[in-house]
């Protein structure tokens, strides 16, 4: 069935460099992204989003990259800083969304 | 914050009762969805209200229920509490126009069955 699914359960960066989070998607018929952020004891929160006639969009201090012919996603974090410690979400859908198991960022001092 | 409340922040039940949970959302907004959080899972579609009408659902039996309000606002409703039913509750609200359909989320309500 459909899935989005992301590489890594855990990702530890040094604070001030850049982060890479990568999703895959399974629904070639997807057409709308969204990267949530969600740090301990709180909801998602939104960061940014991409819809599938593009292939890049950036936000601030942010950037999603998407490749629809290898159904992947990712979210670049530039300057990574102690504040973006958080579990990372990518997903797809229009009403319902269908998330992937999350990616947990740590920022090393 | 996205301005999206959820209430009660934590409840306890047990196995077989039943539970209503609530959702104010985001000012401006006229849809609801709701979704399931298992811990250490992301979250799970169950599903979403549109003018008052179930506008989609996920893999969830008859037993998750819910309803909206003429003010947007939400309740859901789940009957026979299982123990697998402890959770994350998450409500998410979004604007229904064109295809900008980005849903915020409250803060969850983390329900216990025992």
């Known amino acids: 069935g459909e899935s989005v699914g992301l590489h890594l359960p855990t990702l530890s960066v040094q604070e001030g460099d850049n982060s890479i989070i990568n999703c895959a998607y399974s629904?070639?018929?997807?057409?709308?992204f969204i990267w949530y952020k969600q740090e301990s004891g709180k909801g998602p929160q939104f960061i940014i989003d991409?819809?599938?006639?593009?292939d890049k969009r950036q936000g601030q201090r942010v950037t999603v990259l998407l490749n629809k012919t290898v159904k992947h996603l990712s979210l670049q974090i530039a300057a990574t800083q102690p504040g973006d410690s958080a579990v990372y979400f990518c997903?797809?859908?229009?009403?319902?969304?269908?998330f992937g198991k999350g990616t947990h960022l740590i920022i090393q001092p | 914050e996205t301005g999206v409340t959820q209430s009660p922040t934590h409840l306890i039940k047990t196995r077989g009762q039943q539970v209503t949970l609530r959702c104010s959302s985001q000012?401006?907004?006229?849809?609801v969805s709701w979704y399931q959080q298992a811990l250490g899972q992301g979250p799970q579609f169950i599903f979403q209200?549109?003018?008052?009408?179930?506008?989609g659902r996920g893999n969830f039996p008859p037993r998750f229920s819910g309803l909206q309000f003429p003010n947007y606002s939400s309740e859901l409703n789940v009957n026979a509490l299982e123990l697998d039913d402890s959770a994350l509750y998450l409500c998410?609200?979004?604007?229904?126009?064109?295809?900008?359909?980005?849903?915020?989320f409250g803060p969850g309500t983390r329900l216990l069955v025992l």
């Open positions: 629904n070639s018929a997807s057409d709308y």
């Open positions: 998410a609200s979004s604007l229904a126009s064109g295809r900008a359909k980005t849903q915020y």
């Open positions: 209200y549109y003018r008052e009408e179930e506008n």
């Open positions: 997903a797809e859908g229009a009403d319902g969304l269908t």
């Open positions: 991409i819809r599938s006639n593009m």
């Open positions: 000012s401006g907004h006229n849809t």
